[in-house]
């Protein structure tokens, strides 16, 4: 044994030491900062039951957004729980964990009273191996007769119909199906590659048909297990022994890429998703440091020792056609900078990729926070990629809600890392998503044209927005969740909601879910506002009522109060009413009822309730607003 | 007793059974530590495995009757398994 390993020991005990005594202290920002640290250091089972251990303690009176996930499985995940409670601590996630019994999710799902929606999950993990729901395609496969597997194929696919069916049927939770491993060794040998029915024909076949049943549902995704462990590799990943010992399939070293692959999906379903990464240059997104070694002396192109920085580039371009913002946050000349991004030939990225660009020679962390402004999002939606320790430790201190990407000193498992980083999962995809960027390129112009007005009038009739107001429809859908979930700022109650309990919603009597999408002389802002009315006998409750930051404060905020309060008044109520909720986030929605003239009826701890006469008054609609209603 | 392999392994114990380190001895077993239960001891081979890049069979697991033994035991995996 090493002399640092001993170092390191030593040190983790005295990190566990601190993390008591800030509990003991009440200095519970402290400690979650120290467990963080201990977590990074020292990643493992041990690690983690101490962890949770103590994360227990303080849960409650730390800001963590709570997920309530059900595993139901057919072999022993319990010594993964503490890795993946672990883990979702690190991104701010206070994860409750219910595991089904061995082999009993069927009656889980198909029993409306089972302890399985008691618990009450906002996602569920079916991870059920190959062998336990399809025992004729597995080990005895040699023995039956192909139209026999071709059944029973068939009949494993009718099974998953009917439990997805059950599952949506009582609950609107979020389900995550693992598809079906493939035998590593399948029992004709080389022969089951020669047909679309052997072995890992028809187990291919089942997945594609989960695929599809996952696809139809909404909030019902795969988890492509047959494709982790693949990435893996089946040899490392199975541990025969523990099998036969613990039903465990999983080897030691694989139980962390397990909770971590579940991660890739409860951190998006959690809200957690970052909305920009900010990155540094030298030594990140090329090799070398363009001050000193100049455009032919950095590293960037196709060949090694270039290849892995151009690698990164490609990821990080993949995460901007996700609608991830890219920005830059760099010490160096801002000439020489700007001229090998924009001039040297082996970048893939180019300056008009970046939404926000910071080259100074500043201190990081005020950087950062400027370009949050900037990009109107809040400092907890960024994460930052940078190669040195140091800027990242500065970071930390400073900002600790950013996500910081820890870089390992060889740069070609760069890219690796940053596809891997859970934060940038979408479960969906919007066109706004993929357009994101060019709005943003939209959005710098239009500052621009802002200062060139006599009065904010004029500028909004330069503008020449027009607002398409719908209700919801199956092609919104899916966007407007994702608006419930990642509006901050300007929204009013910030209630979430998924897609599925959007369109239960939907369904029932008196509520009325609209959108709206802004274009203006600029371009397309596409779907950018919710609002959900209730009625009530004769008085309509605002129950939801959000924009995205990039179109505030040029009344398209009033032009949705007005159509709500218009239609409401149409459907025969006297008055509209809603909640003002405050966060730490909302206060940029704080005055929106008393400015359109709404009367204050009830305050309380939780927040101001506003009421507004529609026998009486109506809310103006923007004159400079063109109005376009879809039914 | 190499004290390096010891102190981790006792650490990982401290965790794992919810004990603090310093009152976990080398006699220190599953009749004197209330939390070491099977599930635990599951853990535990886990979390070794894991930390010491090692595969534990059957028999060695079987062993591993107290923190002292399993301190022993993993001292020799690591002497014979060129690392």
Redesign the interface.
Known sequence: ?SAD??AS?SH??DLRAAVDRFIADGALDAASRRLSELWRRET????A??LV?RVEKIRDQLPLTKCKVAILRSFTV??IM?LLRAEAFTYRIDLEVYVGDFNTYVQDIVDASSSLYRFAPNAVVLAVRTEDVAPELTHRFADFAPEVARHAADRVVNSYVQWVDSFRQYSQAALIVHSLERPSRPSFGVLDSQSDTGQSGLIRHINSELRRVAGIHRGVYMLDYDALVARYGSEHWH?E?KWL??R?PI???H??PMAREWMRFLVPLSGRTAKALVVDLDNTLWGGIIGEDGMTGIKIGPEHPGAAFQSLQRALLDLSRRGILLAICSKNNLDDAMEALDKHPGMLLRSKDFASVRINWGDKSQNIREIAQELNIGTDSLAFLDDNPFEREQVRAALPEVTLIDLPQNPTEYAAIVRDCPVFERLVLSAEDQQRTAMYAGQRQRADAEHTFQSKEDFFRFLEQEAELSPVSDLTLARIAQLTQKTNQFNLTTRRYSEAQIAEMAKQPGWNIFSIRVRDRFGDHGVVGVAIAHDQGEQCEVDTFLLSCRVIGRTVETALLAHIAKSAAERGCKRLVGWFLPTKKNAPARDFYPQHQFELVEQNRDGSLWSFDLTRQEVAFPKWVKLVTLN | MNPAVFDQIRMMASDLFGVPAERIRASSSPETLENWDSVQHLNLVLALEEKFGLQLSPEEIEQMKSVGDTAKLIETKLRSTPR
Request: net charge negative.
């Open positions: 044994m390993k001993n020991a983790s005990s493992g089972s041990a690690t039951s101490f251990s319990e010594p503490a541990d022994r010992m613990a465990l080897s030691a070293d139980l962390l």
